[in-house]
């Protein structure tokens, strides 16, 4: 089986996320992880590039549903997706 490359197109969604308004919102997270969900396995480069994603988000952008669903994903992936701190 050809290794997925998934994880390629949410890094460049991601960058057309950002390049809008500067910020990351809930339905821009959602769409990039429904790339990494699309065939049913969320890879270790997924993961690698959705941290990486959540790493540029600074936590005074994020609303209570946006953590939410980074608390959740957290938990579902097993991987620590903390923001980073200012």
């Known amino acids: 089986m050809a290794e997925s490359r998934d994880y390629l197109e949410m890094a460049f ?5 950002f390049s809008d308004d500067g910020k990351l919102d809930l339905g821009e997270l959602n769409r990039i992880v429904a790339i990494a969900e ?11 590039v959705l941290k990486g994603i959540l790493g540029r ?30």
């Open 13 to 17: 969604h991601s960058i057309t996320c």
């Open 57 to 86: 988000v600074r936590p005074q952008e994020v609303d209570g549903a946006l953590q939410a669903r980074i608390t959740e994903l957290s938990k579902t992936l097993g991987v620590d997706l903390a923001l980073k701190q200012d």
């Open 38 to 48: 699309a065939d049913g396995v969320v890879d270790d480069n997924e993961k690698r």
